[in-house]
Nanobody
């Protein structure tokens, strides 16, 4: 049974940092990603990483502020978020998939972790 469990969310002031973790169990996948969904908005892609060579891809809005990484020994994916803004407030979801890195389809999802950035 595949499980993705996010942690590390919380309340932070604007300009602060958070590191989200996603513990993956029950399988290994070609790629892992982070998405977010703000209230009243559609879910949007944040970042992705390929398992084989740790290649990464980011949404334009997150480039330079967010960093996705993976610890293969722990089978855990991270999202380091710096210089946070109130508009980064959202539920953040971890996902895993078998398709290519730039293909938007992911097969498994975590339950999400809330990130709230106060101004």
């Amino acid at each position: 049974q595949v499980q993705l469990v996010e942690s590390g969310g919380g309340l932070v002031q604007a300009g602060g940092s958070l590191r989200l973790s996603c513990a993956v169990s029950g399988g290994t996948f070609n790629k892992y990603g982070w998405f977010r969904q703000a209230p009243g908005k559609e879910r949007e892609f944040v970042a992705g990483i390929r398992r084989s060579d740790s290649s990464t891809v980011y949404a334009d809005l997150m480039k330079g502020r967010f960093t996705i990484s993976r610890d293969s020994a722990k089978n855990t994916v991270y999202l380091q978020m710096n210089s946070l803004k109130p508009e980064d407030t959202a539920v953040y979801y971890c996902a895993a998939g078998s398709r290519t890195l730039r293909d938007g389809v992911y097969d498994y999802w975590g339950q999400g972790t809330q990130v709230t950035v106060s101004s």
